[in-house]
């Protein structure tokens, strides 16, 4: 059974551009989250989607956006890069709502230069 | 911010030692859950603790939910070279509003020396 599948792994952008991160869950799960982690601040959490829906959003401004299609998979897009947004992104997939375990891929590792 | 309390920061131990750990905070959570996290790679997951007063054990490790629902330890037994990395734990608050969401702590980060 494959894993979390995040794309790309590495990712070099400019400031002011935009990036679009891929993440496809475990299969059959419905839940996807997504976190930022960095060397200050460490893991936090962007926002979660199930069944195409946001259920929930952590505190990061307008520019970091998601969406869930209908096969589970999400993608989350940051517009207007800042150099402190250099991070490596994290997708968390579960089986649905509740509290149940969260498995993470391999993460995409995002420089803004 | 984080929410969670982890400690200690970093260890340094021989192998065959022993290791604990362990995440305080001062509100409560309904999940606690361990990770352990490799140079460049996503946090795996180790263990899921979903009651207050569980113990669980995953092999040489074994973590407990505090009765007070509000800290959790692991413990590694015996430690061996492959047990380097980066341990985080995790919680889900109690509350609507934390739907989905985890809270993590700062890390441990665990060096084994053979």
């Known amino acids: 059974k494959a894993g979390v599948t995040q794309t790309p792994r590495y990712l070099i952008k400019t400031r002011g551009q935009q990036v679009t991160l891929s993440c496809s869950p475990i299969?059959?799960?419905?839940?996807v989250s997504w976190y930022q982690q960095t060397p200050g601040q460490g893991l936090q959490f962007l926002f979660e989607?199930?069944?195409?829906?946001?259920?929930n959003k952590g505190n990061f401004p307008g520019r970091f956006s998601g969406r869930q299609f209908s096969n589970s998979r999400s993608e989350m897009n940051v517009s207007t890069l800042e150099l402190g947004d250099s991070a490596l992104y994290l997708c968390?997939?579960?089986?649905?709502?509740?509290?149940?375990?969260?498995?993470f891929g391999q993460g995409t590792r995002l420089t803004v230069v | 911010g984080q929410q969670l309390n982890q400690s200690p920061q970093s260890m340094f131990i021989q192998e065959g030692e022993d290791v604990s750990m362990n995440c305080t905070s001062s509100?409560?959570?309904?999940?606690w859950l361990w990770y352990k996290q490799d140079p460049g790679e996503g946090p795996v997951l180790l263990i899921a603790?979903?009651?207050?007063?569980e113990l669980t054990s995953n092999g040489r490790l074994t973590a407990q939910f505090g009765i007070t629902r509000k800290d959790s330890f692991l413990n590694i037994s015996a430690s061996i070279p492959s047990d380097v990395g980066i341990y985080f734990c995790?919680?889900?608050?109690?509350?609507?509003?934390?739907?989905?969401?985890?809270?993590f702590g700062q890390g441990t980060i665990l060096t084994v020396h053979p």
């Open positions: 968390a997939s579960r089986i649905g709502a509740g509290n149940t375990e969260a498995f």
């Open positions: 299969s059959g799960h419905r839940s």
């Open positions: 989607y199930f069944s195409e829906t946001q259920r």
């Open positions: 509100s409560i959570f309904n999940t």
């Open positions: 603790l979903y009651k207050a007063g």
């Open positions: 995790a919680g889900q608050l109690a509350g609507g509003t934390s739907y989905g969401k985890l809270t």
